[in-house]
């Protein structure tokens, strides 16, 4: 079964808004991981935020990890059409192997 | 930046045939690769870790005769669909690691490969 679950599992905004995905999962882990998956398409690498960290920036992605609580949360500010997107979470907890949350899918209406 | 390079990105046969699918790490050698499965609006569900000069480990529930690994290279890891039917339709993705202290790298990703079997 999947580590991590997300939520929303959809989620539409307009142009300029931020958006937030949250994504929360079951077991210790080395690294949190989120990444964007175009339709049809492999996944890019947003962002890894290891597990003694609990904010990292990159651009105009924020992200949180709370290992206290198992969850992660992933904001984009000022969103753009070309946001538009599945965006996944995933676990390391050793060996390399990727546990994928459920994803989320975001409309950025222009 | 590392780069994972998936071929084909798009593959139609009949039922009954086998399919290979390669991916290749461009510009860094991996001793793992991983493929997974994703099945339209889900998310990824890794089916096995390939081992450059090894057997590969398939997870619970993955025919190992049926999906057909071979790491021949630090570049180059294959999957093959043997017998392949329609509920095999599928993307499949592959991806390896990166860079970085061990436990802490990000995983690079292929384009995928859209397996549709009539």
């Known amino acids: 079964s999947q580590q991590g679950e997300e939520d929303p599992q959809a989620l539409s905004i307009q142009e300029g808004e931020n958006a937030t995905m949250n994504c929360s999962y079951k077991t210790s882990i080395n690294n949190l991981q989120w990444y964007r998956q175009n339709s049809g398409r492999g996944l890019v690498h947003l962002i890894l935020i290891r597990s003694n960290e609990r904010e990292k920036h990159s651009g105009r992605l924020r992200v949180t990890l709370d290992t206290s609580k198992k969850s992660s949360s992933l904001l984009i500010t000022a969103s753009r059409a070309a946001d538009t997107a599945s965006y996944f979470c995933a676990t390391d907890a050793g060996a390399g192997k990727s546990t994928f949350g459920d994803g989320t899918t975001l409309t950025v209406k222009p | 930046g590392a780069v994972v390079s998936q071929h084909p990105s798009r593959v139609i046969c009949k039922s009954g045939t086998s399919v290979k699918i390669e991916c290749r790490s461009l510009?860094?050698?991996?001793?793992?690769m991983f493929w997974y499965r994703q099945f339209p609006k889900q998310s990824l569900m890794l089916m096995a870790t390939?081992?450059?000069?090894?057997?590969?480990?398939?997870e619970q529930g993955v025919e190992k005769d049926k999906f057909l690994i071979n790491h021949a290279s630090l570049t180059l890891s294959t999957l093959t669909v043997t017998s392949a039917h329609p509920e095999d339709s599928s993307f499949y993705i592959c991806s390896a690691p990166g860079t970085g202290p061990v436990g802490n790298q990000p995983q690079h990703f292929g384009d995928g490969t859209r397996l549709s079997i009539l």
């Open positions: 510009d860094f050698q991996a001793t793992t």
């Open positions: 390939s081992n450059e000069g090894s057997k590969a480990t398939y």
